[in-house]
Nanobody, 122 residues
């Protein structure tokens, strides 16, 4: 069993910064990809940042230049550093990963965290 746990959400004023953390745990053989998504009320869940299994890190146009995803080498942790936050960044933020576990390494499990709420006040 594997799981993703996000943390670091909260309420911040416009122009402020937050850093979200996603920790992957369990019987992990390899993490093929580790990405961030967000979902605002009444809107579809959207990709924010990550590799989506490719070789390059991509960012949504709406956050490019303001958000970054530093990752600790050798650790199953991904951060979402959010700078110059805007009210339109308010959403539930989710971590998503493609994970292979010991015993079934040929299968890539699609795993979601429970989300962490970010609210940006104007």
């Amino acid at each position: 069993q594997v799981q993703l746990v996000e943390s670091g959400g909260g309420v911040v004023r416009a122009g402020g910064n937050l850093r979200l953390t996603c920790v992957a745990s369990g019987n992990i053989y390899n993490i093929d990809r580790l990405d961030w998504y967000r979902e605002a009320p009444g809107k579809e869940r959207e990709f924010i940042a990550g590799s989506r299994g490719g070789s390059k890190i991509e960012y949504a146009d709406s956050v490019n230049g303001r958000f970054a995803i530093p990752r600790e080498s050798g650790k199953n942790i991904l951060y979402l550093q959010m700078n110059s936050l805007k009210p339109e960044d308010s959403a539930m933020y989710y971590c998503n990963a493609g994970i292979r576990v010991y015993g079934s390494t040929w299968i890539v499990q699609d795993v979601w965290g429970q989300g962490t709420q970010v609210t940006v006040s104007s």
